[in-house]
């Protein structure tokens, strides 16, 4: 139990579909991460949030949104996506921003664009 | 450009020892992190250097070399659970990590 958990575990969606993805934090912590997981690449750190302010945001296409209306909840909202953002979204937390400390993560949502 | 090198694949047998290396090309440095994650899994943090040297936890231990820009992660006591993929990550100057591919370890009885 790493105190980190996403919903859904699986989603599958059609290139027209919305759809959002959830993370919740039990740790207490100030710092929020997505990150994409693609095969055999290393992780692709998308946004990170700090006291629920967006502090990076990595050039990530505008299909995907971001929210974090709290330090313990952040979810990645959906649209429009493309067959090639199918990949494992993974949500972490850590105590403060900026990876200055272990970064702990949640167990992933795999996604799938038909 | 950062750049972190792992080997994609490696195979050991169970009760032996595997050493996973890991090299970085980086700007600055603030520590280096392994991770492991099971298939379907959330990465679960191991082990953090930032000093030169052997940190020893259990079963597992990271090694680092600043100087030659290398890490190695042991394995001691390889256990079928143990199969998993491993994660180095470094922190740059600007405390941002920079990730490896991962090491997929497949331990066979």
């Known amino acids: 139990e790493t105190g980190v958990t996403q919903t859904p575990r699986h989603l599958v969606m059609g290139m027209t579909n919305k759809k959002s993805l959830k993370c919740e934090q039990h740790l207490g912590h100030n710092a929020m991460y997505w990150y994409k997981q693609s095969a055999k690449k290393p992780l692709e750190l998308m946004f990170v949030y700090s006291l629920e302010e967006r502090v990076e945001n990595n050039s990530v296409p505008s299909r995907f949104s971001p929210e974090c209306p709290n330090s313990s909840h952040l979810f990645l909202h959906l649209h429009t996506l493309q067959p090639e953002d199918s990949a494992l979204y993974l949500c972490?937390?850590?105590?403060?921003?900026?990876?200055?400390?272990?970064?702990?993560f949640g167990p992933g949502t795999r996604l799938t664009v038909l | 450009g950062q750049n972190i090198d792992q080997p994609t694949e490696m195979t050991a047998t169970e009760g032996a020892i595997v050493q996973i290396n890991c090299t970085y090309q980086?700007?600055?440095?603030?520590?280096l992190f392994w991770y492991q994650q099971h298939a379907g899994e959330a990465p679960t943090f191991l082990s953090y250097n930032v000093l030169d040297g052997l940190e020893e936890k259990g079963r597992f231990s990271s090694f680092l070399s600043r100087s030659k820009g290398y890490s190695y992660l042991l394995l001691k006591e390889l256990q079928m659970k143990d199969s998993a993929s491993y994660l180095c990550?470094?922190?740059?100057?600007?405390?941002?990590?920079?990730w490896g591919a991962g090491t997929k370890l497949i331990i066979k009885p």
């Open positions: 990550a470094v922190r740059d100057s600007n405390y941002q990590l920079i």
């Open positions: 980086t700007s600055g440095f603030n520590g």
């Open positions: 972490a937390s850590s105590q403060t921003p900026g990876a200055s400390d272990t970064q702990y």
